[in-house]
């Protein structure tokens, strides 16, 4: 029997409950779904938040239709779309994805200068001539400012890793503006960002590896902390300690 649980949108709670049926195998792979009619009486919710839940998991690839027969979990019941958990289902939880971003950076930037190409470094030089020359701008700055994360993700030379890195950028647009926007109403400009670049630039350029993470973890710090955030240190920087 499916159970509600999670204080999410009751959409949300629906998705939810139907992967936990999925995940602990009663709802196996190629199996059909109870009906909408069936799922709304279990979960106690109207059946059109029961059809927009089946069409978020069809978007994702963990059911597909059958015409005439209804929906029916996928051969690959995980999905194909990655999305990151909400705390209401609209709004990202910032400490959380910061702290991963920590993790990740740190780990590519210290990737990143040991594998670094002239290419690669001059992409990131344009970013930084972009990002001082735009500093007062915050959508020209913020352009630059994925464009130069970006070009580090491309330093490490794993297209998995790429595509994640665009991934979590595509998330963050809203909050890189805020950071940036605090940190001109605090310091009078943007510098600090684009300084915190600065060092991660000639970290890598040199190719050093422990020193690049280090900036990294720095910046991320930083930026979390024009938010209102304190993180913790990251694993990797502890380590070298």
Known sequence: MLELERPDTLVQRVVNSIREEIASGRLPAESR??????????????????????????????????????????????????????????????????????????????????????????????????????????????????????????????????????FLSSQLTAARRTTWENSAALRGSSMDAHNEHRELFAAIALGDPETAAKCAERHLQASAGRLGMVLPNSVYHRSQD
């Not at 709304?40 to 069409?55: D, F, G, K, P, T």
């Not at 929906?71 to 702290?99: C, M, W």
């Not at 210290?110 to 470094?121: E, K, V, Y």
Request: glycine fraction near 4%; charge should be neutral.
């Open 33 to 166: 779904l109870p009906t909408e009619h069936q799922l709304a009486e279990q979960l106690n919710v109207s059946r059109s938040v029961i059809r927009e839940a089946i069409s978020q998991l069809k978007a994702d690839g963990v059911l597909i239709s059958r015409r005439g027969f209804g929906s029916y979990i996928s051969k690959t019941p995980t999905g194909t779309v990655f999305r990151l958990p909400s705390k209401n289902g609209h709004t990202l939880d910032l400490a959380q994805l910061f702290e991963m971003r920590l993790w990740i950076e740190a780990q590519a930037a210290s990737i990143a200068a040991s594998r670094r190409n002239s290419a690669d470094l001059r992409r990131m030089e344009k970013a930084l001539e972009v990002m001082a020359a735009n500093a007062s701008d915050f959508d020209l700055f913020a352009v630059a400012d994925v464009e130069f994360h970006r070009a580090v993700a491309a330093a490490c030379g794993n297209e998995y890793f790429l595509a994640f890195h665009d």
